[in-house]
């Protein structure tokens, strides 16, 4: 039986070309549908279509979707006016959105928020609504139901707001969950989790889902059916098996190719525009052999350290409030020591909270450690200050994960890095300052002439290039980059990587890679250190991660991978 039939679904902004053009697709009850491409692909727009949450300026041009209510004749959601929709949103048709954080209310308890359906949808009283929160908290296995109960979002883990999430979504029974990007930003780990719990709940509940995702692998394992979307088109759609081990586009054939491979490591990666221009066969993949891994691991390793961390600790406060006195201390890096070396790509990996952004900041000085010491070119910079610390600021720069809110959104692009040449005296003035900027952004691919633009008007992937161009402005030998490329699709990751190895191998660059992401460590890094609850648990070569794990800890974090097309 159908749950959901969409039709000729057409969409666009204004006079603007149709962002969803014509696509067509049916979910059956009990089914997950997946529904795959690229930012910007009309993925999440075809989701808010369907439940009527568009922007003010978006137009649905035609198409329809019918939906099956319960013990009901299929209604055409798109006809229904505000208070029809009222009835239909949170009862019969949930949403989990990718962002928790942004999706919940910060001034209301999670649990007023999650029994708020409860009370409208199914006329529950007070303590009923109560007891249901808890047993539905309970249910997404929250850790402490109680105290989730009467915390505001910001008290709560990524994790633990997206069981929130969960919750609400499932608090009235829906026919149909819509999950936007649902594990996007959440480490390997807790991804597994947050998978396994979304798919058991929607089994026992005999809710359909249709889930939306930029990983292919995470869709080949919760999804039925998947819908391949690009630019606004339905490009590919059927059985997930088949279309994963037998993709007919080359759309579909670039996504699956552009995701790095944790078993094997070539010099590059592909991008989606081989494919679409046809130049797929033509790529120089070569595969790097294990030998030619360990030679040159071997080689860096026998060179010159760059940085020695010698034992640092660090603790943070908790506080019950903005005045009060410290309750206790949480300990965020313990006893850590490591050492990186000159032109290496040093990957460091950990779920959320195990102290990896901790120690990033910590090594660029802009968090102090409680003790320890940090050398870097045998000086110790722990003790730096006024101009020794702006000189070290030139050789050690940072890409953070949020480009755009690393970006000043009141400056054009030129001016954001021009500012640094300037301070730091690189050029000899404006002129030649501009003429740096304008080689930077030919180096990561931007075109210049686009320089005088601001940062909200660029993509994702493109803010992320400014954002390693910014950090090249000053001529640094070290970068470190924390989680630079978790929040991208596969197709910009696999540029944005490819340009880091092009950096280094051309400027000679070393790299502290912080990321979640094993298969992104095995592409770009020689050597992998494993970090949980502030301790090192262990180093070793990239080449040996998944056959010469020690530590179970680490073992548990190459179990969470999303496995291989099947």
Known sequence: ????????????????????????????????????????????????????????????????????????SPVNL???????????????????????????????????????????HMGLNKKEVKEEVLRLFKEVEMPDPVRAYHSYPHELSGGQKQRVMIALALACKPSLILADEPTTALDVTLQKKILNLLKKLIEEYGSSMIFISHDLAVVSQMCDEVAVMYK??????????????????????????????IYKKTYRLPVIADFISKNSDTLQLREISREEEKAKMTDICSG???????????????????????????????????????????????????????????????????????????????????????KLRKEIQVVFQDPYG??????????????????????????????????????????????????????????????????????????????????????????????LADLQEKFNLSYLFITHDLSVVRFLCSRVMVMKSGKLEETLPAYDLLEQAKENYTKELIASIPGRFS
């Open 304 to 390: 010159t350290k760059l940085l020695e961390v010698q034992q640092v600790n660090l603790k943070y406060p908790v506080r019950t409030g903005l005045f009060s006195k410290t309750k206790s201390w949480v300990t965020a890096i313990d006893n850590l020591s490591f050492d990186l070396y000159k032109g290496e790509s040093l990957g460091l990996v950990g779920e959320s909270g195990s102290g990896k952004t901790s120690l990033g900041k910590v090594i660029l000085r802009v968090q102090e450690a409680d003790s320890g010491k940090i050398f870097y070119k045998n000086r110790d910079i722990t003790k730096l200050e006024g101009s020794e610390l702006r």
């Open 232 to 261: 606004g088109e339905l490009v590919e759609y059927g059985n997930v098996k088949e279309v994963f081990t037998n993709p007919k586009h080359e759309y579909t054939k670039g996504l699956m190719a552009c995701r790095p491979d």
């Open 78 to 120: 798109l006809q229904l006016d505000k208070k029809g929709m009222q009835g239909i949103r949170g009862k019969h048709i949930s949403m989990i959105f990718q962002e928790p954080m942004t999706a919940l209310n910060p001034v209301l308890t999670c649990g007023f928020q999650t029994g708020e359906g409860l009370q409208v």
């Open 406 to 499: 690393s970006l000043n959104p009141s400056l054009t692009i030129n001016s954001a890095l021009a500012e640094p040449i300037l301070v730091h005296k690189l050029a000899s003035g404006k002129k030649e300052a501009m003429e740096k900027v304008a080689f930077l952004l030919e180096s990561v691919g931007i075109d210049p002439a686009l320089g005088t633009r601001f940062p909200h008007e660029f993509s994702g992937g493109q803010r992320q290039r400014i954002c390693i161009a910014r950090a090249m402005t000053v001529e640094p030998e070290f970068i470190v980059c924390d989680e630079a490329v978790s929040a991208l699709d596969v197709s910009v990751q696999a540029q944005v990587l490819n340009l």
């Open 1 to 72: 039986m159908k749950i959901l039939d969409v039709n000729n679904l057409r969409l666009g902004f204004g006079n603007n070309p149709d962002v969803i053009n014509g696509i067509s697709f049916s979910l059956e009850k009990g089914k997950t549908l997946g529904i795959v491409g690229e930012s910007g692909s009309g993925k999440s727009l075809t989701a808010f279509s369907i439940i009527n949450l568009l922007p003010s300026k978006a137009n649905i041009k035609s198409g329809s979707v019918q939906f099956s209510l319960p013990e009901k």
